[in-house]
């Protein structure tokens, strides 16, 4: 009987030591819908700094509001609402959302409040002579490094459909990343991860992975970029045409 309940209990304590969590990933997500169809962004990145470490967990509470709505909405208005920093007569935030360039600024803004260092975006298509295997490897790293550092990492995610002899972005969206394992195989073609869905304000699970057939390809044999396998996103489905073939992919990530 002692040896039925201890086996579990094993097998609980090696999963645990095998994945990297957001230091505070019991705080749940933010649900955008408090506000806005279109305040993933925001509401994303409020999540991160509730699911961080202390210090994260400390912007978050400077943040004005006593409720997830009055944050997002300050979040909006005191900082979504400036110009745009990569799109000429445009604010940060619109009825469109917002892009990574403008979130990371926001992101670093709100940190600059309790003197903590700036969040930084960067792209996960592939870099160069960089192959599949390393990006996967990069995507890794990049995700479970800035769960380490205590920031639970974004990912900025877009739906593209192959329509009219190409490929086409047709809806963007931003998720918590608050799980990922702590090692993988160099040659791992693909890893799982836990993220937290501000649609809703959902926890899920997803799979990043090298996709089957080449995705926004030059050559028409490698992918540029990765596949998110991620069955409970509802990103750009009612956009898709009957027939229309299309992919959720990983376009980039905000963390430290």
Same mark, same amino acid.
């Given at each position: ?8 209990? @094993? ?74 920093? +990569?799109?000429? $007569?445009?604010?940060?935030?619109? #009825?469109?959302?917002?892009? %990574? ?19 930084? +975006? ?19 790293? #990049?995700?479970?490094?800035? /769960?380490? #550092? ?39 073609? +693909? ?6 869905? %501000? ?28 596949? $998110? ?7 750009? #489905?009612? /956009? ?5 073939? +299309? @992919? ?9």
């Amino acid at each position: 009987m002692l040896l039925r309940f201890l086996i579990p209990l @094993f097998l609980t304590i090696a999963c645990a030591a095998n994945d990297r969590w957001a230091p505070q990933a019991v705080a749940g997500p933010v649900n955008q819908l408090v506000v806005s169809g279109n305040a993933c962004g925001p509401a994303a990145l409020l999540t991160s700094f509730r699911c961080g470490d202390e210090n994260w967990q400390a912007v978050a509470e400077i943040i004005p509001g006593k409720s997830d709505r009055s944050k997002l909405l300050y979040i909006i208005k005191a900082h979504g609402l400036k110009p745009s920093v +990569s799109l000429k $007569s445009r604010k940060r935030w619109t #009825r469109d959302g917002i892009n %990574p360039e403008d979130l990371t600024q926001i992101a670093g803004e709100l940190a600059a409040l309790k003197g903590l260092p700036a969040p930084k +975006s960067e792209s996960l298509f592939r870099k160069g002579r960089e192959t599949p295997l390393k990006l996967v490897d990069r995507t890794h790293d #990049r995700l479970r490094d800035s /769960l380490k #550092r205590g920031f639970p990492p974004l990912l900025s995610l877009k739906r593209y459909v192959f329509r009219q002899g190409q490929w086409q972005p047709i809806q963007g969206h931003f998720v918590t990343v608050v799980r990922v394992p702590e090692k993988i195989d160099r040659k791992a073609t +693909s890893f799982t991860f836990t993220y937290f869905d %501000p649609w809703k304000g959902a926890k899920h699970e997803g799979t990043l992975k090298i996709p089957a057939e080449p995705l926004i390809s030059t050559d028409n044999q490698t992918s540029a970029c990765l596949e $998110s396998v991620m069955p409970s996103a509802d990103i750009g #489905r009612k /956009l898709l045409k009957p027939g229309e073939k +299309s @992919f959720i992919i990983p376009v980039g990530f905000i963390g430290r």
